[in-house]
């Protein structure tokens, strides 16, 4: 139950959250567009820790997403990086940055 401790405080604690993979070329566009943006966030490369699985497990379980990047802003679940993308071109994003 560590995973679902981590990823709760995660969200709850921070702005934006990216679960990601290192080496996802959606996760490093995702990333991108939050650094233009410049959107304070918090990655969390589940690639690189030891709870990485069992957090892409429970965030499944949580919000029925199991790839990755799987983004939070303001605790809310935005998706992933075409989700952010659209949000972004909408409008969407920047009212929820800045709320």
Do not use: W
Not at 6 to 20: G, L, R, W
Not at 54 to 78: C, D, F, R, T, W
Not at 86 to 93: E, M
Request: positive net charge.
């Amino acid at each position: 139950m560590a995973a679902k401790s981590t990823v709760e405080d995660a969200i709850k604690n921070n702005k934006v959250v990216v679960f990601s993979k290192s080496y996802c070329p959606y996760c490093k566009k995702a990333k991108a567009l939050l650094d233009s943006l410049n959107a304070q966030f918090v990655a969390l490369e589940l690639d690189q820790i030891e709870e990485g699985s069992a957090m892409q497990a429970y965030l499944k379980e949580k919000n029925g997403q199991s790839s990755v990047p799987n983004i939070y802003v303001n605790q809310q679940h935005v998706g992933g990086c075409d989700d952010l993308h659209a949000a972004h071109r909408d409008g969407k994003l920047q009212k929820m940055l800045t709320a």
